[in-house]
Antibody, heavy 117, light 111 residues
Framework: EVQLVESGGGLVQPGGSLRLSCTVS????????MRWVRQAPGKGPEWVAN????????YYLGAVRGRFTISRDNAKNSLYLHMNNLRAEDTAVYYC??????????WGQGTMVTVSS | QSVLTQPPSVSGAPGQRVTISCTGG?????????VHWYQQLPGAAPKLLIY???NRPSGVPDRFSGSKSGTSASLAITGLQAEDEADYYC???????????FGSGTTVTVL
C-alpha cells in the first residue's frame, strides 16, 4: 500500500524551530521529486518547497526561503522540512506530496503546525 | 490573492454537468505551463484529479475531465453525484514567481 505519513507538527512560539518528517512506503522513494505543501486554516493549498530525487537540488517559496530547509534520506525513505524563525503566518497543515511532472499525485494526511505565543 | 482565479462556488442537481474555470496570466497558463486539478473532501488531504490539462490518474472516474486553452482551463464534472461535494483547486507553475501556484478554490454543492 502506498503511504505518506507526516509527523513532527505542534505548537511553537514565534521565532522558534520545528522539524517535520514524512515517511513513505509502497513506492520507490528515490525515483521521485518530493514536495511540501501547506494549507492555512480556511485557505487553499500553498506550495512550500521541492527537492530532487537525489537531494542535490531544491526550490522554495519566496516567503520561506532562508528560513526553511527541505532535505531527504533515501535510505530511510524519509523527507524532512526544517523550519526556523517561525512566524504566525506559517500556521498551517503541512503535507508532503510526491511529484509527478509539475503535479502532485500522492499526498500524506498532513501535520498541523501552530505558531503562537 | 491567488495567481489563478476560480469561481468561489458552483452548484448543480444530481446528474447534471458543472464546470469550474481557472484563469491565469501570461506567466502561468499563458506561458504554456500545464494545469492540474485537485479534489479536497472535507477534513481530507487534496487528491489529484486531473494532471497535465486533461489526463486522469488511475481510479478517477471518467465523469471528470479537463481542458486548457490559452490563459484559461476548465474542469467538468458530468453526472454530478452527492459524493462530488468538495473543494476543487487548479494548480500550475508561474514563471515570474518561480513557484507552483494554486487557484483560489471552488466549492461544489450538489443540490
Amino acid at each position: 500500500e502506498v503511504q505518506l505519513v507526516e509527523s513532527g507538527g505542534g505548537l511553537v512560539q514565534p521565532g522558534g524551530s520545528l522539524r517535520l518528517s514524512c515517511t513513505v512506503s509502497g513506492f520507490t522513494f528515490s525515483s521521485h521529486w518530493m514536495r511540501w505543501v501547506r494549507q492555512a486554516p480556511g485557505k487553499g493549498p500553498e506550495w512550500v518547497a521541492n527537492i530532487k530525487e537525489d537531494g542535490t537540488d531544491s526550490y522554495y517559496l519566496g516567503a520561506v526561503r532562508g528560513r526553511f530547509t527541505i532535505s531527504r534520506d533515501n535510505a530511510k525513505n524519509s523527507l524532512y522540512l526544517h523550519m526556523n524563525n517561525l512566524r504566525a503566518e506559517d500556521t498551517a497543515v503541512y503535507y508532503c506530496a510526491r511529484g509527478r511532472g509539475h503535479a502532485m499525485d500522492l499526498w500524506g494526511q498532513g501535520t498541523m503546525v501552530t505558531v503562537s505565543s | 490573492q491567488s495567481v489563478l482565479t476560480q469561481p468561489p462556488s458552483v452548484s448543480g442537481a444530481p446528474g447534471q454537468r458543472v464546470t469550474i474555470s481557472c484563469t491565469g496570466g501570461w506567466s502561468s497558463l499563458g506561458a504554456g505551463f500545464d494545469v492540474h486539478w485537485y479534489q479536497q473532501l472535507p477534513g481530507a488531504a487534496p487528491k489529484l484529479l486531473i494532471y497535465d490539462n486533461d489526463n486522469r490518474p488511475s481510479g478517477v472516474p471518467d465523469r471528470f475531465s479537463g481542458s486548457k486553452s490559452g490563459t484559461s482551463a476548465s474542469l467538468a464534472i458530468t453526472g454530478l453525484q452527492a459524493e462530488d461535494e468538495a473543494d476543487y483547486y487548479c494548480q500550475s507553475l508561474d514563471r515570474s514567481l518561480g513557484a507552483y501556484v494554486f487557484g483560489s478554490g471552488t466549492t461544489v454543492t450538489v443540490l
